[in-house]
């Protein structure tokens, strides 16, 4: 049933069971031709969806970086995001030049995806240290992220920018220890 609605024609049902699938059947193999499409797609969410399950798989489907890769170049800051996200747990310290600035500049033209941007630097430990100004810029700023931003998303968005200076930066480590 699942593999007949990867081929539905409405958006969100076809991004969903192609999710599902990989859920369901674990097998890279059978999902890499289906996400490939939808980061093919012009329908942007589609494109965002196809990078969020390609990280959960993780390296086995290194096949997709150069799309991936394309992407950071999108003209959509949520595109980029999930993208730049995609290209680190497939293709790791490789791929972090790319990723820093994929990162960078879509944080840059929407301060929204802070969150979201922040996470993956979070994850990619040492190689985000040259993000450590930028990241005590952010603190500074009296809003971060977007109108919409929760206090409890600011909150965790600080305490996430903390951790990550706080590990990255040697002047930081010397005050903590």
Known sequence: MIR????????????????????????????????????????????????????????????????????????????????????????????????????????AHNPATANAVVACLDRMGALAAPVVPLLREQLVQPGRGDGFQTLERDEELQRIIRTIIARLDPLEQGLTS
């Open 4 to 107: 007949a609605l990867t081929t539905h024609t409405e958006a969100h049902v076809r991004t969903a069971a192609v999710a599902a699938l990989w859920a369901v059947g674990g097998d890279p193999a059978e999902v890499m031709p289906l996400l490939l499409g939808l980061l093919d797609d012009l329908i942007t969410f589609r494109i965002s969806e196809a990078a969020d399950v390609l990280a959960e798989i993780g390296p086995p489907v290194s096949a997709a970086l150069p799309r991936l890769r394309r992407h950071l170049g999108h003209g959509y800051e949520w595109v980029r995001v999930p993208c730049a996200a995609a290209l680190w747990e497939i293709g790791g310290a490789a791929e972090a030049p790319s990723v820093l600035g994929g990162l960078l500049q879509a944080v």
